[in-house]
């Protein structure tokens, strides 16, 4: 069975996004990490929203990449299958599939065939699904040190918060703290 691996970037606040905060923290410690999540993955799972701001970055990156993403990370984001949890129809691009039918039970059986992991970016209502059926299995909180008080929060979607406990940490030079949980 694959681990479904939950990616997030979050303040000292515990806001999150693709805000501007993060940008200053990307630097080659990052990317190596990142590199190495996405190289395991064998598939990426987003919210619609996430796939819509993704696709759109990450094609326009493969033509002009900016300074702090490497072009193999761009390659492998633009060429890996995504699965897109969606209740809007829609034809989809960037080697993307609709989730059809119930997520909890297209996600299971999606780790239950796939081969290292499960990749997931964003954070909002698929979250809860997944929480709510415990198919998360690792959480990766990108801790960044920047306090900025208002905006979405972390989990702000979910009702009942999972008991976590922590697996590992993960220093980066800049600051940014890399907090492995997964559920007790």
Not at 111 to 137: C, F, V, W
Request: net charge negative.
């Amino acid at each position: 069975m694959s681990t479904l691996i939950e990616a997030t970037h979050v303040t000292l606040g515990g806001e999150v996004g693709t805000n501007d905060w993060a940008f200053p923290y990307l630097d080659e410690q990052h990317s190596q990490y990142n590199m190495e999540l996405l190289t395991r993955a064998d598939a990426l799972l987003l919210g619609r929203q996430t796939y819509e701001h993704l696709s759109v970055a990450y094609t326009r990156m493969a033509e002009h990449a900016p300074a702090h993403v490497p072009m193999d990370f761009i390659d492998r984001m633009n060429s890996i299958p995504k699965y897109v949890a969606s209740t809007t129809p829609r034809k989809l691009t960037w080697n993307a599939t609709t989730i059809d039918g119930d997520v909890a039970s297209f996600v299971d059986g999606l780790k239950r065939n796939a081969g290292q992991s499960l990749l997931k970016y964003g954070n909002g209502p698929l979250d809860a699904t997944l929480m709510e059926h415990g198919l998360i299995d690792e959480f990766h909180l990108y801790l960044t040190p920047v306090a900025i008080g208002k905006g979405k929060h972390l989990f702000e979607s979910i009702d009942t918060a999972p008991h976590l406990r922590l697996v590992d940490v993960t220093r980066f030079d800049s600051g940014v703290l890399i907090l492995v949980y997964a559920p007790k």
